[in-house]
C-alpha cells in the first residue's frame, strides 16, 4: 500500500501546481527545492495552464501493471503554453490519429489504483483540444 | 436573492448505440428505440469515474463562475457510483478545484435524484448566509446488468452548479419536494448492479413523484404550466419524461433543449440537471424554468429558476452540453464497451 | 594518481539462466576473471548490481557476495546507477587502485532478472525513470525511448528500416560471440515483423531480459607488469555525468547531455579525441540509444546515425565498429552486469582474443553505459600497451 508517497503530490496531480523561481522566472514541474537554471532557492506558486501542443508521443501495446485494459494508449511529451514540457498520457482520442504539433488541454482522470480494494490515483491527462 | 453562479458540464467522449446492445442480446432494437425513445448512450472511458467527470464539470462551471476557488464554502456530489463506498468524491473535487481547507463536504445518494439534493442543499446554505458561495454536482458512472433493460440507458455524464448570492446566471424562486418510502429501485452494499422493480417504477414511483413535486411547486408559487418557457424532468428514458409533461399540461417546445436522453442515456445524478444545463445554454435572461428531479426510492425535487442578463456573457465560457453531446464522439462496439465497464471479469 | 591496467576480465555465456541463482552467476563470473588473471588476489569488491531487492528479494550483496566467494571478510561496495551500474563499479574499482587505498579490486557487475513474473520485471526498469512524474502515468523504458525514436524520425527522418539496421547489425555480432543470449543473425524484416511493444519500437529494438554476471580485476600498471600481462590493457580516462531523470525537462529530448559530456571528460582524461578510437561497445539497450549515443559521442554527425548505421560505418568491418560483443541487443543486457561486460569485451578485442570478431589493430576502445532514459552516463577509455 503507497499512500503518502500519492497524497503529498496532490497538488501537482490534481492542480498541476508549479513552482516558479522568484530570480529567473524558470518553471519547475514538479516544483524543487533549488532552481536548475540558476541556483536560487526562492520560489512562488504558478499553476500550469493546462494547455498545450504534442512534441513527440508513443502508442504504448504492453503496458505496466494497472494499465493493461488502456491498451493501446498514448503517451505524450507535451509543450504547455507556459512554456515547459511535461510527459502525460493523451486520452479520449484513437492514438493513431494523432499527430506531434496538435493541440491538447488537461483534464482530471483516473490514472490507476491500487488493486481493486485499494487506493484510487488520480491526476492530469490532455485530451485533444476540440473544445468538449 | 440566490440562484446558479456558474454551470458546467462534462459527457464521456463515447458512445454505445442500442443497436450494438441489443445483437448481443437478441433483443429487438427498434422496440427500445421507438418505445424508450433510446438512440445511444454515453460510456464513459475507463480513467473516467464519478470523481473525474465531477472534476471536470465543476471546473467547467468554475470557468463561467469566474470566482475564487477559495471562497467555495461548501461543495457536494451526489452520486450513485462514487468510487469509495468510504471517502468522500467531495474531497476529491474540492481539492482538485482548489478549495480546501476550508469547505464543508458531502457526498449525496439518492439514486438519481442525488445530483438535485447536492444543488438543493447548495442552494439553501448559500440562502442561509452561512457560506458564499456552494458547489452542488451530479455525477455518475452508472451500471446497468448485462442484459437487462437498464443497460440501454444507463449512462454517464456531470452537471456541476455553483450557487451564490450575486452575479446570477439564474435566480432560485421557489423548490419544493415530493419524498415517500417506495422500493422501485436498489442496489445492496456489495452488489455490482442495481435491482428495479419493472413496471412498477413506472406509475407509483416515477409518475406519483414528480406529479407529486410539480403540483405542489405550480401551488405553492400560484403558477401554471404555460407560465414556463422551458421545463426538465428526469430522464430514465426518452419516454417518461414526455408522457409525463404532456400529462401534467406542458407543451413540447417547453423540454425542446432538456431533453437529452435519445442520445445521452440516462446519466443518473446527472441526468435533469445535465437538462438544465442544456437549457441554459440556450435560454434568453428573464426566462422562466422548472426542473424536477426523480431518484428511486423515492422522490422529486422541483426548483424554478428565472434567467438573468449575465447568461449571456459566460456561456460560451464553457463548452456547451449539446457540443459535449453531438461532437467528436467514439462508438464503441459491446466488447471495447464490456471490457470498459469492467464487465468482463479477469483472474485478480 | 596511480596508473590502471585490467589484468582479468571473466564473463558466463548470458541467456535465461534457469538453473543458477543470483549468487551463482556472480561467482562462476568472479571465478572464470581469476582464472583469466591468474591470481586470485582480491583486496576489495565493488559490486554493480541495479535491483537484487525487487528481481530477487535480495538486497545485502555487500554480505551475500564476498561470503560466495569464500572471502566472507573481504570489503565490499555495492554500486547502483541503473543500467549504468556495472561501468561504475568498475569506475569505483578504479577509484580505489589509483587512490592506492587497495592494490586489487574485483569489478563485479551481476543481475538475476528472471526469477519474477514479466510484470515485475518491466516495474523494476520503470523505476530507472522518474517514479512519481513518469514511470506513474503508465510509460515504460521502451515508451521513453519511444518517444526519442519518434522524434528523432520527425527531425532528423531517421527511418524506421535505418533504426532496424542496429539490431540487424548487432546480431550479426552477436552471432559470433559464444558469450551472446541471442547468437543469431536476423534481417530487418526480423524486426519489422515483430510485435509492436511502444510505437514506432518493436519487440526486436528491445534488449532482452537476461541473466548475467561480468567481472574485471584492476590493478596497478605496476602489479600488472611484476604479473607479466601482455598485451597490458590500461584504464587511460573515465568519464561520467547526470542529466534529468525526467526525459520531457532535457532542454533537447535528442541530445544525450550524459553521453557527451561523460565521453568529454574521459577523452579528455585520456588525452585523446573520438578519432583515435578504433571501436566502442554502447549502450544499445533500444536501437534508437545506440543511433543517439554515436551522435553524443562524436562518431557521427548529429541527426546521421541512423544513416551511418545503414550505411555499414558502424559494422565490424566499418570505419568505426560499434558493439563487436552484439551489444545489449544480441549479447543481452542483464542491467548490473552489462557495463563491465562492456569492458571485458573491450579487453578482449585489444588483446586479439576476440576470434571471429576480432577487429584488427584494436589498440583503443570506449565503452559507455548509460542509465534510465540517458540519465546517468560512464565512459571508459581503454587502450593496448
Known amino acids: ?132 | 436573492m440566490v440562484g446558479i453562479v456558474g454551470y458546467g458540464t462534462q459527457i464521456p467522449r463515447y458512445r454505445i448505440k442500442i443497436e450494438e446492445i441489443a445483437k448481443v442480446w437478441g433483443a429487438d432494437a427498434a422496440s427500445f428505440k421507438r418505445g424508450l425513445n433510446l438512440n445511444e448512450k454515453s460510456v464513459p472511458c475507463p480513467d473516467e469515474d464519478c470523481a473525474t467527470l465531477a472534476v471536470n464539470a465543476a471546473r467547467n462551471a468554475m470557468s463561467r463562475a469566474g470566482i475564487n476557488p477559495q471562497e467555495i464554502g461548501a461543495l457536494y456530489v451526489g452520486s450513485e457510483s462514487h468510487p469509495y463506498a468510504v471517502k468522500p468524491t467531495g474531497a476529491t473535487v474540492s481539492e482538485a478545484l482548489g478549495a480546501c481547507p476550508y469547505v464543508h463536504t458531502a457526498d449525496f445518494e439518492f439514486a438519481c435524484k442525488a445530483g438535485t439534493e447536492a444543488m438543493f442543499v447548495a442552494l439553501n446554505l448559500v440562502k442561509s448566509g452561512a457560506v458564499k458561495y456552494a458547489v452542488g454536482i451530479g455525477s455518475d458512472t452508472s451500471q446497468g446488468s448485462p442484459g437487462d433493460a437498464l443497460e440501454y440507458s444507463a449512462s454517464a455524464g456531470a452537471a456541476a452548479y455553483v450557487m451564490g448570492a450575486e452575479n446570477l446566471v439564474a435566480e432560485l424562486i421557489d423548490t419544493h419536494c415530493f419524498m415517500t418510502d417506495t422500493p422501485d429501485f436498489w442496489r445492496r452494499e456489495h452488489a455490482n448492479y442495481p435491482e428495479h422493480g419493472g413496471r412498477f417504477t413506472g406509475e407509483p414511483s416515477y409518475m406519483k413523484h414528480v406529479t407529486g413535486a410539480v403540483n405542489a411547486i405550480l401551488e405553492k408559487t400560484k403558477m401554471k404550466p404555460e407560465d414556463f418557457d422551458y421545463m426538465i424532468f428526469h430522464q430514465p428514458n426518452g419516454k417518461f419524461p414526455v408522457q409525463m409533461a404532456l400529462k401534467l399540461g406542458f407543451k413540447e417546445p417547453q423540454f425542446r433543449y432538456g431533453l437529452l436522453t435519445p442520445t445521452l442515456g440516462n446519466t443518473y445524478s446527472g441526468s435533469s440537471p445535465l437538462g438544465l444545463a442544456a437549457t441554459l445554454d440556450e435560454a434568453k435572461p428573464n426566462q422562466l424554468i422548472l426542473l424536477v428531479s426523480y431518484g428511486s426510492g423515492a422522490g422529486s425535487d422541483a426548483f424554478i429558476f428565472k434567467t438573468t442578463e449575465r447568461l449571456l456573457k459566460v456561456r460560451d465560457m464553457a463548452p456547451r452540453v449539446r457540443k459535449q453531446l453531438d461532437e467528436h464522439k467514439m462508438y464503441l462496439e459491446y466488447g471495447q464497451y464490456a471490457k470498459f465497464r469492467h464487465k468482463i471479469v479477469k483472474p485478480e | ?385
Open chain 3, 1 to 385: 594518481m596511480r596508473d590502471i591496467a585490467i589484468i582479468g576480465i571473466g564473463m558466463i555465456k548470458f541467456g535465461e539462466l534457469w538453473e543458477k541463482s543470483l549468487r551463482d552467476i556472480a561467482v562462476e563470473a568472479a571465478l572464470n576473471c581469476m582464472k583469466d588473471a591468474g591470481t586470485d588476489r582480491i583486496d576489495s569488491i565493488t559490486i554493480g548490481c541495479m535491483s537484487g531487492g525487487l528481481f530477487n528479494g535480495q538486497e545485502h550483496l555487500t554480505s551475500l557476495l564476498p561470503d560466495y566467494l569464500g572471502r566472507h571478510t573481504t570489503p565490499a561496495v555495492r554500486v547502483e546507477s541503473a543500467c549504468a551500474s556495472g561501468g561504475m563499479a568498475v569506475r569505483s574499482a578504479f577509484m580505489e587502485v589509483a587512490s592506492g587505498m587497495s592494490d586489487y579490486v574485483l569489478a563485479l557487475g551481476v543481475e538475476k532478472m528472471t526469477d519474477v513474473s514479466e510484470n515485475i520485471e518491466t516495474y523494476t526498469l520503470a523505476t530507472t525513470a522518474d517514479g512519481d512524474y513518469e514511470a506513474f502515468h503508465g510509460i515504460n523504458l521502451p515508451g521513453l525511448y519511444a518517444l526519442m525514436a519518434k522524434a528523432h524520425m520527425e527531425k532528423y527522418g531517421t527511418t524506421r528500416n535505418q533504426l532496424a539496421e542496429v539490431a540487424v547489425k548487432n546480431h550479426r555480432n552477436g552471432a559470433l560471440n559464444p558469450h551472446s543470449q541471442f547468437p543469431m543473425e536476423i534481417t530487418v524484416d526480423t524486426v519489422l515483423r515483430s510485435a509492436l511493444v511502444a510505437d514506432p519500437l518493436r519487440l526486436f529494438d528491445c534488449s532482452p531480459i537476461t541473466d548475467g554476471a561480468a567481472a574485471v580485476l584492476i590493478t596497478t600498471v605496476e602489479e600488472a607488469k611484476k604479473i607479466g600481462k601482455q598485451p597490458l590493457v590500461i584504464i587511460s580516462g573515465i568519464g561520467v555525468a547526470s542529466d534529468t531523470i525526467a526525459l520531457c525537462q532535457r532542454k533537447d529530448i535528442l541530445k544525450f547531455e550524459a553521453v557527451e559530456l561523460a565521453g568529454q571528460r574521459a577523452l579528455k582524461m585520456a588525452g585523446k579525441t573520438i578519432n583515435d578510437i578504433n571501436f566502442a561497445e554502447v549502450h544499445d539497450s533500444y536501437t534508437i540509444a545506440e543511433i543517439m549515443v554515436i551522435e553524443a559521442l562524436g562518431i557521427v554527425k548529429e541527426g546521421q546515425g541512423g544513416v551511418a548505421t545503414a550505411n555499414g560505418i558502424t559494422s565490424l568491418n566499418g570505419k568505426f565498429p560499434i558493439n563487436p560483443s552484439g551489444g545489449l541487443k544480441s549479447k543481452g543486457h542483464p542491467i548490473g552486469a552489462t557495463g563491465v561486460a562492456q569492458i571485458c569485451e573491450a579487453v578482449l578485442q585489444l588483446r586479439g582474443q576476440a576470434g571471429k570478431r576480432q577487429i584488427k589493430n584494436a589498440k583503443t576502445a570506449l565503452t559507455q553505459n548509460m542509465g534510465g532514459s540517458g540519465g546517468s552516463c560512464v565512459i571508459h577509455i581503454l587502450e593496448a600497451k
Open chain 1, 1 to 132: 500500500m503507497e499512500v503518502a508517497r500519492h497524497w503529498r503530490e496532490t497538488p501537482e496531480r490534481y492542480r498541476m501546481e508549479a513552482g516558479k523561481c522568484s530570480k529567473c522566472g524558470k518553471i519547475a514541474f514538479p516544483g524543487r527545492m533549488i532552481c536548475p537554471e540558476c541556483g536560487s532557492t526562492e520560489f512562488t506558486k504558478h499553476t500550469l495552464s493546462g494547455k498545450g501542443k504534442i512534441v513527440t508521443y508513443t502508442i504504448i501495446r504492453t503496458a505496466p501493471d494497472g494499465f493493461e485494459d488502456l491498451v493501446p494508449y498514448a503517451v505524450g511529451i507535451i509543450e504547455l503554453d507556459d512554456g515547459i514540457k511535461i510527459l502525460a498520457q493523451i486520452t479520449d482520442c484513437n492514438p493513431e490519429e494523432l499527430k506531434t504539433g496538435d493541440r491538447v488541454v488537461a483534464k482530471f482522470r483516473r490514472i490507476n489504483e491500487d488493486g481493486k480494494t485499494g487506493m484510487i490515483y488520480y491526476a492530469y491527462k490532455f485530451v485533444p483540444d476540440v473544445g468538449i
